[in-house]
């Protein structure tokens, strides 16, 4: 095209190369940036250095790309259309373009780029249609924990065309972090679950989907369904993630965090490491390697202070307590009730889920800290049995020494541990039980609503201020 100035011109063709060049340079970073540098030995993108600080490295290559004197030269042929004169609606669409991989450059930081939100702000403004620039304001504003504003343009970049699985995913994160009550935080994550699941299927081989979906999976547990399937599903939508390419930190904290729900200390120690290695600035996963370890020679310290004859005093105990239950009941239900059942020690009781079975323990020691979730128990049976018991949801001050607990359905794992105490090949072997708060009773109670834990406190699970690319 000729602009009736003939030192100015624009050449559609070297437009076209030049944006596919410079996207294809943001996304090769964006690629380094959430998941090839946490990869041994991959190299950085051509011209990134190979050392220093990461983010003052992006925000440089940022400068670099938005400096570029072909974005000026563009810029100014497309101010040569008159508003009435044919083709300027094109150069709207090429300004917020350019608008765009400007805005893209400088969002490439870990952290929030108050430039990068006003270019993308002017290429929606220009071209509302233009769904990159949505989905890349809505990451914007997800590092500035504008949420709602990220929720905005995640929607709008759904709602200009077909589906695209950018923005599903988008939604399927910022979701989790609304609501100002506890029912719509659980329609939200139930939303959440629905946009991550439409993600996967609009592209079975994306493994930053399958990732975001193990995500959902992991958090709908905890806040909706207490599903042990979902936990299930959860671990094999991370290993369907890592199959596809996705290697960062946060895949393998959370699935670390999914494998200690489920009492695989041993794994769980491992990944935690695998994360903390990745990532060595991170202190969480360090931190969650250490309480573990922690945790779990406690609990052998306390179950090994109990000698046969303390552990048959405490079943004793236990027993009385639970003939004086039973009576109470019996009473209550009056003449012609049916017997009470016999009371199931740990022996009755599978690896696993444990669907429709009871188990009636007296906690022993409590090993938790008083913020720590989820909490830390030793717990002794009918017959003198010791297990560990972790209990998820509830709040430290509801359990005391003495306590008698009923399980319902629990879940349980045959422990195998060779890492407490850190640095020692020390093995450790205990039966470990796992409930949360709609499995448990305290007394013959079930816990109140006042005596729930925080449930953000509880899944820790992370998704970090990229990972919808």
Not at 285 to 290: V, Y
Not at 446 to 453: C, D, M, V
Request: aromatic share 8%; proline share 3%.
């Amino acid at each position: 095209m000729m602009t009736d100035d003939a030192t100015v011109t624009f050449q559609q063709d070297e437009f076209d190369a030049f944006a596919k060049e410079a996207s294809a340079r943001v996304e090769s970073l964006e690629r380094f940036r959430d998941n090839d540098r946490f990869v041994q030995g991959a190299k950085p993108p051509a011209g990134l250095p190979t050392s220093g600080d990461l983010d003052v490295l992006l925000k440089q290559e940022a400068a670099k790309l938005a400096s570029d004197t072909r974005i000026d030269k563009f810029m100014q042929a497309c101010f040569y259309y008159h508003a009435d004169e044919k083709g300027s609606a094109d150069m709207l669409k090429v300004r917020a373009l350019l608008h765009c991989l400007v805005g893209r450059a400088h969002n490439l930081t870990l952290t929030y780029s108050p430039v990068a939100e006003e270019n993308l702000e002017k290429a929606v403004k220009l071209d509302p249609s233009l769904v990159e620039g949505w989905n890349a304001l809505g990451e914007c504003c997800w590092k500035k924990a504008d949420y709602n504003a990220s929720k905005f343009c995640f929607e709008n970049g759904l709602n200009m065309g077909k589906q695209n699985k950018v923005s599903l995913r988008g939604l399927a994160m910022v979701l989790r972090q609304l609501g100002k009550d506890e029912a719509e935080k659980q329609a939200n994550h139930k939303q959440s679950l629905i946009f991550a699941k439409q993600a996967v299927a609009l592209d079975m081989d994306d493994g930053q989907s399958w990732y975001l979906y193990g995500n959902s999976l992991l958090t709908s547990f905890f806040v909706n369904t207490f599903d042990y399937s979902d936990l299930n599903n959860a671990m094999k939508a991370y290993q369907k993630a890592e199959a596809k390419g996705v290697n960062n930190p946060d895949l393998h904290f959370n699935r670390a965090s999914l494998l200690k729900y489920q009492g695989d200390f041993e794994q769980a120690a491992n990944e935690f490491l695998v994360a903390a290695n990745m990532d060595q600035l991170w202190e969480m996963p360090r931190a969650e390697f250490g309480s573990i370890c922690a945790r779990v020679t406690e609990i052998n310290n306390a179950t090994a202070r109990l000698n046969g004859k303390k552990k048959l005093q405490l079943a004793s105990v236990l027993q009385a307590a639970i003939r004086r239950m039973q009576a109470q009941q019996s009473a209550a239900l009056g003449a012609g009730a049916p017997p009470p059942p016999v009371p199931l020690d740990l022996s009755a009781l599978a690896e696993g889920h444990n669907e429709d079975k009871r188990l009636l323990a007296r906690v022993t020691a409590i090993t938790s800290e008083p913020n720590e979730t989820p909490l830390w128990l030793v717990v002794i049976d009918v017959k003198g049995n010791c297990a560990a018991l972790l209990v998820y949801n509830v709040a430290y001050s509801v359990f005391h020494k003495g306590d008698i607990v009923e399980l319902c359905e629990p879940l349980l794992r045959h422990v195998t541990f060779t890492k407490a105490g850190h640095n020692n090949n020390q093995m450790v072997h205990f039966t470990c039980l796992v409930v949360d708060h709609t499995r448990v009773a305290i007394n013959g109670a079930a816990p109140t609503s006042a005596q729930l834990a925080g449930v953000s406190a509880t899944t820790q699970s992370v998704d970090s201020a990229t990972s919808t690319k």
